[in-house]
């Protein structure tokens, strides 16, 4: 059994101190590093330029490389695969994979479940299990077989990023820096429903795009949509939004789930271009993708064109997403932590 946890999640200066208290030779770590972030290996067995000896200690120290995680796959027919992870501590959470051709997106969780209970998301309706550690996050990438052809990665599975931050920040530092995965920062995006404290923290140092989640532009409604309304305002997150500017070339955004008969009118769209005013920004619709926890309606298909016309008037940029997964039950707003087929 190891003694120290997991070696994914660990940053590189933690597997030099590792090696040190091992009586090992500490300049081992940054080609450790490679090995498990970059060139991804999924066990020991295949590092060649490291002396076993030395490989053998840290195996026996941290376990396997992805000691204690497994997961299921479940590949739908449009592209996009889902996978069902658990981990060491018997949590159990979700990623979508999604091939559009040359945009290979994998969504990954940051929670076992999530606190934030919008009405809206099946993941908000089942029963929360806990924050994800940064191996358990950065190690839904590493695993899976399609790995290396992920180039974009969005944090937006289960969970609410900054009602995890130290470990989700953790993640992102292995996730982008040089000795970790190298990720590119602007091929990340973090999405999250504005955490006020955890916003003003991640625009310290941000090191991806980010993605807010709106839905709606009026406290009253956003707050029946977003019970994290009454504490994180919408109007305080545009405050903080408008003081400490996201630096390019990372992207601010908009998340919008478009909900028929309830969120497209013209006064939202309006409403919506005189909240942002001054950021530079784009709007992303997200058609609501219907599941048995919450029972809004998909949108019309005139619905949506008189709402994205309306937000052209008022000069929004906006851009609708695709769905994808939705056939393996993992779409936006419907990831359980269980396999749901249609
Ligand atoms: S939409 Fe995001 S923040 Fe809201 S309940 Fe679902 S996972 Fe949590």
Redesign the pocket.
Known sequence: MPKRGKIIGKKVEEIEAALSNLGLPPQYASKLAVWIYRKRIQHYAGINDIPRHIVNALQNEFGDIFEGNSFERYPGTDGSVKYLFSNAQGQHYESIYMDNGKRKTLCVST?AG?????K?????SISYNGNLDAGSIVGQLLAIPETKSVNRLVI?????PF?NWAEVSRALEILTSAWGVAFGKSNITL???GILEGLERFLLNPRCNLAI?LHSPFPDERAML?P?EVKNPISRVVDILLKHRIPKPLRLSFEYVALGGINLSEQHAKAISDMLKGLKYHINIIPWNEHPAADFKCPATDELENFTRWLNQHGVMWTIRQSKGNEVGAAC?Q?AGKHTPK
């Open positions: 929670q999530c606190r934030m209970g919008c809206f998301c099946m993941t908000g937006m599975g289960m969970g609410e009602d999405s999250t429903l989640s977003m994290s707003g990831m």
